[in-house]
C-alpha cells in the first residue's frame, strides 16, 4: 500500500497567507523529500531532510521530520500565485521509493 | 543544463500500435528512471535504470519495455496497450541510484484508443 499519506487533500489560501501540509508514512526511512507539481507537468524537487535531521529551510520553504511520529510538514511563507500547484512527500525506505498522495495547493491572488 | 527532456509530449495510439517514449539527459546523471501518473494520483515508479543496467522493475507489465541505449537516454517501448494504461508518462534523473534529489522531465501524455 501507498507508504506516504497527505493533508489536507487540497489547500486555498490567499496571497501572502502562510500554507502548511502534512505528510506520514508507515515504515522507518532513510529521507523524505518534498516535490512540487504544477499542472499536468513533471516533478520539481524541493528540498530533502534526512532521517537525523529535524528541520530545514529553504528559501520561503520550512520541513520538519518527527521520526518518532513517523510525519513530516512542509511550510510555505508568504504565499504566492505562483506557488499554486500539487505538492508531493517522497519517502525512501532503503529499498523502496513512494510518493504520498499529495496535496493541491491553491493561491488566490 | 539540469534539463530533462521527453518526446513526444502527447501521444495517442491504438490498441495495435508499437510506440516508444523517448526521455534524455545530459547532466551526467548514472540513473534514469521511468513513472506512471494517472490524473489526481502520485507517481508509481515502474523502472530503475542504474548504469545502463536494469535495476529496479516494479512488476509492470510485459507489454511495456523500457531500453538505456546510453548514459544519456532512456526509452520506453510500447505495445499492445489496453485503454487504462492511458497516464502521464514521466521520465526523471538522479547523479546515482539511491533515492536521492531526481530531476523530472515534463512527461509523455499518452492516450490509448
Known amino acids: 500500500s501507498q507508504q506516504g499519506e497527505e493533508d489536507p487533500q487540497a489547500l486555498s489560501i490567499q496571497e501572502g497567507e502562510n500554507a502548511t501540509m502534512n505528510c506520514s508514512y508507515k515504515t522507518s526511512i532513510n529521507n523524505l523529500q518534498w516535490y512540487r507539481q504544477n499542472s499536468g507537468r513533471g516533478l520539481v524537487h524541493l528540498i530533502l531532510?534526512?532521517?537525523?535531521?529535524r528541520e530545514k529551510h529553504s528559501g520561503r520553504l520550512r520541513v520538519t521530520l518527527d521520526t518518532s511520529k513517523k510525519s513530516s510538514s512542509l511550510l510555505i511563507t508568504a504565499s504566492r500565485a505562483a506557488d499554486t500547484a500539487s505538492y508531493f512527500c517522497a519517502t525512501d525506505t532503503g529499498n523502496q521509493f513512494y510518493f504520498g498522495t499529495g496535496t493541491s495547493l491553491t493561491v488566490i491572488p | 543544463d539540469t534539463e530533462v527532456t521527453q518526446t513526444p509530449k502527447h501521444l495517442v495510439m491504438g490498441m495495435t500500435n508499437k510506440k516508444s517514449l523517448k526521455c534524455e539527459q545530459h547532466?551526467?546523471?548514472?540513473?534514469m528512471y521511468w513513472y506512471k501518473q494517472k490524473a489526481k494520483k502520485p507517481p508509481e515508479l515502474m523502472f530503475v535504470?542504474?548504469?545502463?543496467?536494469?535495476?529496479i522493475n516494479e512488476s509492470v507489465p510485459s507489454r511495456f519495455s523500457p531500453e538505456c541505449p546510453n548514459s544519456s537516454l532512456l526509452n520506453l517501448h510500447l505495445h499492445a496497450l489496453q485503454p487504462e494504461d492511458s497516464a502521464l508518462y514521466l521520465c526523471?534523473?538522479?547523479?546515482?541510484?539511491?533515492?536521492?534529489?531526481?530531476?523530472f522531465g515534463p512527461g509523455t501524455r499518452l492516450t490509448v484508443t
Open positions: 535504470y542504474s548504469y545502463e543496467k536494469l535495476s
Open positions: 531532510i534526512r532521517s537525523n535531521e
Open positions: 526523471a534523473s538522479s547523479q546515482v541510484e539511491g533515492w536521492v534529489e531526481q530531476y
Open positions: 547532466m551526467g546523471h548514472r540513473a
